[in-house]
């Protein structure tokens, strides 16, 4: 199970990494534009800026809106990765002198209760979707439904919700039998 729950994390950092990447490119190209608009009509601009211009180059309207949605999207594309490897911070001052199962019981509880508090997360994010959906809210400039938004951070949090929910059980496998069944847990070979 792990095989098929570590390529979906994989999958979904990569997606939220490509999306990210995007957003990168599209606020260069806002902020350049808006640049170029700022130079070019107080008369300092030169053949360069005429020539970016003459191209398309612009302040992207609706950029806000996009970065928004895009940025939402990938935060809930890179829980999953950041929960199977056990990337969360943490602070273990207290804990490492603990005995291995001692630990092993607070890894599983903090798992159960970040499980829980994700599932209560994409639970809400649903119900918010299907408000905006109900009202038909749009975006202010470009006019696209919100509820797209909210449908694409639902699917990457109903991925986080598969990872979370194997990462409990395996935790409290990990409890039970002392053996690692996380790919980050000790005396993993993963």
């Known amino acids: 199970m792990l095989k098929p729950i570590t390529l979906l994390a994989r999958a979904m950092a990569v ?17 350049l534009g808006r640049g ?15 020539w970016l211009i003459s191209t398309g180059v612009g302040p992207v309207t609706g950029d806000f809106e996009l970065l928004e949605a895009g940025v939402a999207f990938a935060i809930f594309a890179f829980l999953p990765i950041t929960q199977l490897y ?12 603990l005995p291995r199962r001692a630990n092993r019981g607070l890894m ?3 798992e159960l209760v970040l499980t829980a508090a994700i599932l209560l997360i994409t639970a809400r994010l649903y119900e ?6 109900q ?3 749009t975006t202010f400039l470009l006019q696209f439904p919100i509820w797209w938004a909210y449908a694409a951070s639902l699917a990457a949090a109903l991925a986080a919700c598969c ?5 409990s059980f395996a935790r409290l496998a990990e409890l039970v039998t002392g053996r690692a069944f996380m790919p980050h847990s000790e005396g993993s070979s993963h």
């Not at 700022?38 to 030169?46: P, Q, R, S």
């Not at 990872?163 to 990462?167: K, P, R, Y």
Request: net charge negative.
């Open 15 to 31: 997606l939220g990494g490509l999306v990210l990447s995007a957003l990168v490119v599209l606020t260069f190209v806002s902020v």
């Open 128 to 133: 918010g979707m299907l408000s905006k959906m």
């Open 86 to 97: 056990g990337a969360h911070a943490t602070v273990d001052i207290f804990t490492s002198a």
């Open 36 to 50: 170029l608009n700022t130079l070019g009509h107080a008369g300092h601009i030169g053949a360069l800026g005429d």
């Open 163 to 167: 990872v979370a929910l194997f990462c």
């Open 135 to 137: 009202y038909g809210e």
């Open 108 to 110: 599983a509880f903090w």
